[in-house]
């Protein structure tokens, strides 16, 4: 299992990568692993306002759907367009590859998100 430093995790696993006051979200290795093969990722709409823990996406695999969580609150201002062709793509490079860019609402809600260190832990626990 691969976590990367420097990123905020949830417990649904979503990473965020925060970028002055924008961040980058996508799925976890851990989660990419878990669900297999994913074969469609669904996208939100440009411009649509997403609270805390709101579904903003489904990621279908062979095995299951599941619904993708906002990590922190925030409006989309970027759609990764990529994965409508090739939804495989967060299965080879998940940290690379990431599925919405916000413009966040409220960067305090950050704090309620795990580190690395802490997000492994976690997955250890979950294994």
């Known amino acids: 299992m691969k ?14 990568k925060v970028e ?3 961040a980058l979200v996508g799925v976890t290795d851990f989660a ?15 411009d649509e ?4 823990e709101e579904s903003f996406g489904t990621i279908e695999s062979v095995k299951a759907a599941s619904d993708m969580l ?10 990764n367009e990529a994965l409508d062709d090739d939804p495989s793509l967060v ?14 609402s409220d ?3 950050l704090d309620e998100l795990m580190n690395a260190e802490e997000y492994e832990a976690y997955c250890n626990e979950e294994a």
């Not at 306002?49 to 805390?52: L, S, W």
């Open 91 to 104: 299965n080879t490079a998940p940290y690379e590859n990431w599925i919405i860019k916000i413009s966040l």
């Open 107 to 109: 960067t305090t809600e």
């Open 49 to 52: 306002a997403f609270e805390v």
């Open 20 to 22: 002055d006051e924008t």
């Open 3 to 16: 976590v990367l430093s420097g990123l905020y995790y949830t417990k649904d696993h979503e990473w965020v």
């Open 70 to 79: 906002m990590p922190v609150s925030g409006t989309i201002v970027e759609v």
């Open 32 to 46: 990419q692993n878990s669900l297999g093969s994913i074969v469609y990722v669904e996208l939100p709409e440009m």
